[in-house]
């Protein structure tokens, strides 16, 4: 008797669909699945909107209704270009790695110049025979003028683009092993500020530093790979307890001061250690423990390294991400030296990298143009 009930329970739970017998499991399953395919396109793609671009590649592959969603919302960023001093001449090169294009613009405004720092879309810039200091936007050709200052061997950085009221800059300069000379200025300022501040380690700080903006803070990584802090709001200087990064073999004999690059990328900060014709090192400081750890992966962010300043990206497709950019190309101009963390290799293949070679002053990274009319392309 039970078993004729069970028998009856099971028929009853069945249902036919397209001439097949279906349990209702499996019915109630497809319709989940088919109540996901058939919603309002508006929500799709507020949801699709909300990922990453390695998501959103995935979530293209369920059906041709979200493939055509999440192409319409897919935001891919731009890498920035190269951009290459000239030694004579006003007429500066600016090199696209994603297309391997490079291109030309006379930018007269820059004669007498040197490039300093890059962030934002803006160039910091100094005249030595002036010792003015001052912004510049490349594409805008605006320029925002700074209290005169003398800049001889120390790094400088900014905060935020010029255009922001937070936009401070920040210089530090070696007095000795226990002194440096620290200097502020912010657009619309009158003069600079200098003061000096005692090191409670030994602080090296010369022009061979590296110099990134990071959480409201100025890093500042010496020679040695001791990290100094500098607070803007509070006016405070302090040497982190944080054991440097271990370097390359044979690091401080080859390229002990062209090698080493730091970027920040949503409040981590990354050094990158390169050597010759070993592999590059990659550290992200961990606040928290206090130390160095070294990167097996970037996990698709994409580091863009020059001697000046380096920069982060995400959301990049193809090959570059999880990769290094460094400010170096090869084979007349076409190929930009790059290090791929996933297949642990430079690429091109068997090329020397040794950085004594590279004015570490004749590039930059910068943030590409919107309009590419003003430019003249070589190919």
């Keep these: 008797m039970a078993g004729r009930k069970r028998r009856k329970l099971r028929l009853l739970s069945e249902t036919f669909k397209n001439g097949k017998r ?51 919302v897919r935001k891919v960023n731009k890498p920035p270009w190269l951009m290459y001093f000239p030694k004579l001449g006003r007429v500066f090169e600016f090199y696209d790695p994603s297309q391997r294009k490079t291109y030309s613009l006379e930018l007269p405004e820059l004669h007498g110049c040197r490039i300093c720092y890059n962030k934002d879309g803006w160039l910091l810039l ?51 092993p226990t002194v440096v000379a620290i200097s502020t200025c912010h657009p619309g300022a009158t003069e600079w500020t200098t003061v000096n501040y005692h090191n409670r380690l030994p602080f090296v700080s010369s022009i061979w530093n590296k110099l990134v903006f990071c959480n409201g803070l100025f890093y500042c990584l010496s020679l040695t790979g001791w990290l100094g802090v500098y607070d803007p709001v509070e006016h405070t200087w302090s040497i982190r307890i944080v054991p440097p990064p271990r370097c390359p073999d044979n690091f401080f004999v080859k390229n002990w001061w062209k090698g080493k690059f730091m970027a920040e990328h949503e409040g981590d900060i990354f ?66 030296i790059s290090y791929s963390l996933d297949k642990r290799r430079y690429y091109p293949r068997k090329q020397c990298h040794d950085w004594g070679e590279q004015d570490p002053f004749e590039s930059i990274w910068v943030e590409p143009p919107d309009d590419l009319s003003a430019f003249s392309w070589e190919g």
């Design 271 to 336: 050094v990158i250690y390169t050597c010759y014709s070993e592999n590059p090192i990659i550290y992200k400081l961990d606040q928290v423990n206090k130390e160095w750890v070294e990167m097996k992966t970037l996990e698709g962010v994409t580091l863009f390294a020059s001697f000046l300043s380096s920069h982060a990206r995400t959301d990049l497709l193809g090959m570059m991400r999880n990769s290094v950019y460094f400010s170096k190309v090869r084979f007349y101009g076409k190929r930009c």
């Design 126 to 176: 100094y005249k030595p025979r002036t010792q003015r200091v001052l912004f510049f936007n490349p594409f805008t050709r605006e320029m925002i003028k700074l209290p005169r200052f003398e800049m001889t061997y120390q790094i400088v950085a900014f905060s935020t683009s010029p255009k922001s009221p937070d936009c401070i800059l920040f210089t530090v300069k070696h007095v000795s």
């Design 22 to 72: 279906v349990s209702m499991e499996e019915n109630n399953e497809q319709e989940h699945h088919e109540s996901w395919s058939v919603l309002p396109v508006e929500l799709l793609e507020l949801i699709i909107s909300r990922l990453t671009l390695k998501d959103n590649i995935r979530t293209s592959s369920v059906c041709k209704r979200w493939l055509s969603v999440a192409l319409s």
